[in-house]
């Protein structure tokens, strides 16, 4: 691992957390936190801002799984759940709620490391996707938006498409701005006025 991870641990049995902690410290994680009431569990995790948490549930209930996956923050870093036993609408519900790892038949000490380094870089794989779909959804609207302010001008001025984006274009360098701001500004005169 580059970096030292703080680790939480969500487990209830005291036996059951020694061997996550033991097995994790064999790994090299250092900075393992165990939390053993799962009442108030958003608010403890909100405190110690893990990089990664683990959930050992024997018999998940589907609310159960849900509601710890949102509590844990699966969308803002790596979740693993280890649970005992699970059915194909447990697991579709895992994986819909966000969970890097979801691990059937309970917890062996040996594949914890395995499952967390997986874990890790199924969330880095994950977050990645969004963030380049966010990107996407965000070019696709300012694009709208620059076609928008284009017919504008094109209705207005009585211009061509190349010429309308031209006169955006320069408006935006003359004014030290991005062309988007120029065609946001645009188009909200010209609703003003309108």
């Given at each position: 691992m580059a970096a030292p991870l703080s680790i939480c641990v969500i487990e209830p049995d005291p036996d059951r957390a020694r061997l996550i902690i033991d097995g994790l410290r064999d790994a090299g994680w250092q900075d393992v936190t165990v939390i053993g009431q799962i009442s108030a569990l958003a608010r403890r995790l909100v405190e110690l801002d893990p990089d990664l948490v683990l959930i050992d549930l024997a018999n998940p209930s589907r609310d159960r799984l849900e509601n710890l996956s949102a509590a844990s923050g699966a969308a803002t870093r790596p979740v693993a759940m280890f649970v005992d036993h699970t059915d194909p609408e447990l697991t579709r519900a895992a994986m819909r709620a966000g969970?890097?790892?979801y691990v059937?038949?309970?917890?062996?000490?040996?594949?914890?490391?395995?499952v967390l380094e997986t874990a890790i870089e199924r969330f880095q794989v994950t977050s990645q996707m969004r963030a380049e779909l966010d990107a996407a959804k965000q070019a696709l609207a300012e694009r709208k938006t620059i076609d928008r302010a284009k017919?504008?001008?094109?209705?207005?001025?009585?211009?061509?498409?190349?010429?309308?984006?031209g006169l955006l274009r320069k408006t935006a360098m003359d004014q030290g701005r991005k062309v988007i701001e120029v065609a946001e500004a645009l188009i909200t005169a010209s609703e003003l006025l309108g």
């Open positions: 969970l890097s790892a059937v038949d309970g917890l062996a000490r040996d594949r914890i490391q395995p017919g504008l001008l094109m209705q207005a001025k009585g211009i061509g498409e190349d010429e309308a984006y």
